[in-house]
């Protein structure tokens, strides 16, 4: 982690080159806002417009507007101006807790009448949620995309700047016209959770943007620029939108309902720490490879319809994970929100038939359910209370002596309120 000293030196000399986004943080604000039914931007009055000039950088100027410091700082980091965890992802465990803390703190603001408090405390989060899906901050471990110039090296013009600004600055407008935002959860523990996997698909998208810009970068093609980091600045606007009008609904306590379950599939596992299965989490049994969301690798080369025997027929699913034995897969669940957990487990009917598999989940280390199924079994629905688990892991392991027969599939993983 950077020393206070050193963040204030690159702030006050380069700013561009320390934080994620710069100038386009307005521009990026400003289109999320504009998506706000009117009652929530009534609501805001003058703070609507300060939040898209000047709030949304307050993490950023922490040590030059020392009066708004306190609103990106937070009472479990006593002492610490600059948090890296706003600018800068790490572990969901993490960032959630940030999450949790802005957003808890918006929202009470909004319900005692201090509006300028809650704006501020909103103009922190934008800032969080704009610096995690900016194409500068997508490759894990080196921001200043050292590592990422040794396997695409820059051209003659490029190759003695630092990456990190040229990446994600330039003067654009952004445009959302026509998204209406949504609704991230009924409660800020709900919420903020949400909100994480919202983040998660900004980062992923933001990837995708990072290496056509460094590419049109060394091409000097400014048009391509930025119509990359457009792509980027969109989705991170979409995001604040959901985060932004989420806070304002829970904060006038004007919360529409929303469905009771939520499937967990497309969701990143712990295992998957930067959004990527390290090697260490890839299993050779039935096939090398990493789980899947919405079919399997039959043979690890051929993907294939996610299928499972029931009673008396056989079913395709497209909400569900294949993985293979002995490699767990933990989420992480908000406090109090849902009370259990649903999962039709069994194999796959052709491809998993001389198969036999133990299906364990787990709830902060202890069993919650296990059954053990053979290949030519049906599928069986397995159902736990998971009031007050914050981890839920669910975990396979060869019972047979096939192990190449092991097609095991979680089909519709959902936590149900």
């Not at 982690?1 to 050193?6: E, G, H, Y």
């Not at 009448?113 to 922190?124: I, K, L, S």
């Not at 688990?389 to 149900?416: C, F, H, M």
């Amino acid at each position: 982690m950077k020393s206070p000293l050193l963040a204030l030196l690159l702030a006050v000399c380069c700013p561009s080159l320390l934080f994620g986004w710069g100038q386009p943080h307005h521009a990026i604000t400003r289109a999320a806002l504009e998506t706000l039914p009117g009652w929530q931007k009534e609501l805001l009055g003058t703070e609507l417009k300060a939040l898209g000039d000047a709030h949304c950088m307050i993490p950023d100027n922490v040590y030059s507007d020392k009066a708004n410091a306190k609103y990106a700082a937070m009472d479990s980091r006593p002492g610490e101006v600059y948090l890296q965890l706003l600018h800068l992802p790490t572990v969901q465990t993490e960032y959630l807790e940030v999450m949790s803390y802005f957003m808890e703190r918006a929202v009470t603001a909004l319900r005692e009448g201090r509006t300028g408090d809650a704006a501020r405390f909103m103009g922190t989060m934008c800032h969080q949620i704009e610096d995690y899906g900016s194409p500068s901050h997508t490759m894990p471990g080196d921001n200043q995309f050292t590592l990422l110039q040794q396997f695409l090296p820059p051209s003659d013009g490029m190759k003695d700047k630092l990456m990190h600004g040229p990446i994600e600055n330039g003067d654009f407008t952004v445009s959302l016209a026509g998204y209406q935002p949504r609704l991230l959860g009924t409660s800020v523990n709900e919420a903020a959770w949400r909100l994480m996997h919202r983040v998660h698909e900004g980062i992923l998208n933001a990837r995708s943007t990072t290496i056509p810009i460094i590419q049109a970068l060394s091409a000097d093609d400014v048009e391509a620029v930025t119509k990359h980091q457009m792509r980027a600045a969109v989705v991170d606007a979409q995001i604040v939108a959901d985060a932004m009008h989420t806070i304002l609904c829970l904060g006038a306590q004007k919360v529409p309902e929303m469905p009771a379950s939520v499937a967990i599939d497309s969701f990143w596992p712990l295992e998957a720490e930067k959004l990527h299965y390290p090697q260490s989490q890839f299993f050779s049994s039935p096939y090398w490879g990493h789980p899947r969301v919405g079919s399997m690798l039959a043979g690890g080369t051929e993907a294939v319809p996610l299928k499972l025997k029931l009673d008396s027929s056989e079913k395709e699913f497209t909400s569900g994970i294949s993985a293979g034995m002995g490699k767990p897969l933990t989420f992480v669940l908000p406090k109090g929100v849902f009370r259990r957990f649903t999962v039709l487990a069994g194999l796959h009917p052709e491809l998993g038939a001389k198969g036999r598999v133990e299906f364990t989940i787990n709830g902060d280390g202890q069993v919650l359910k296990t059954i053990t199924l053979n290949g030519s079994d049906a599928a069986q629905r397995l159902e736990c209370e998971v009031i007050g688990v914050s981890k839920l892991q669910l975990t396979l392991a060869g019972r047979g002596l096939d192990s190449k027969s092991n097609y095991a599939i979680w089909a519709e993983p959902e936590l149900v309120k």
